[in-house]
């Protein structure tokens, strides 16, 4: 038997949370039936990685190194169905913790937000309202390679090109109001108001000369994605 510990929540917490709003539970999983996986947590996040330590399963040899989502514990058993193989060129050179982050999730929302949702070109300015994030990190360090001027709030990042904002709803409020035309928003998250029990920040009001502003940029980013989709058939 295998005793695996698993942190639950044990009561939904408000505003910020606190160590009491969750519970270190332990438990023993059973013996493994065939075609199944023992899973040992090598890295915690919202998409954990994780290390096969005994297996019944051809396709998954002891010591795979998988991702899967089985909630924040130490071991787990899987029939393998749910797991997600980590490359097998991964360089030894780069820490598996990467996986959850720059390589991972985060990183390809950072690319493919900035690159092909938003279809960022030089010369452009690029504004992320919480570089200092997971995403909004990695948007930043591509933008700096990208565009000739990128506005950010991040206390612990320095990007070269970049002058300094504050984080969240107030700031990307303003910066609505001051788009060119045609400019691109790609929506990630809203963690300012995350864990917010007032009201909203004010400023978010539009009035009708920036709606329209904003309807003509989302209709000209649909029409260009329109011809681009056209000319791949």
Known sequence: MVRTKIWTLKKHFV??????????????????KNGEVLLEALFLSVDPYMRVVESKNADLPKGTI?????????????DGKDLEKLL???????????ALG??????????FGLLDICGVKGGETVMVSAAAGAVGSVVGQIAKLKVSAFLH??????FVAAKTGIVGGEFSNTVIGQMKKYGRIAICGA?????????????GEMNGREDQRLFNSYRQQTQNKDQSSKRLI
């Open 153 to 158: 709030w991040a206390h612990s990042i320095s």
């Open 102 to 111: 720059t390589i991972g999730m985060p990183g390809l929302t950072a690319y």
């Open 66 to 78: 998988v991702l899967t989502s089985p909630g924040w514990t130490t071991h787990s058993i899987s």
């Open 15 to 32: 505003g910020h949370p606190t160590n009491s709003d969750f519970e270190l539970k332990t438990a023993e999983l059973p013996p493994l």
């Open 191 to 203: 963690i300012s108001t995350y864990n917010r029990t007032g009201p909203l920040p004010p400023g």
């Open 88 to 98: 097998t060129e991964w360089p030894d050179t780069i820490s598996l913790s990467l």
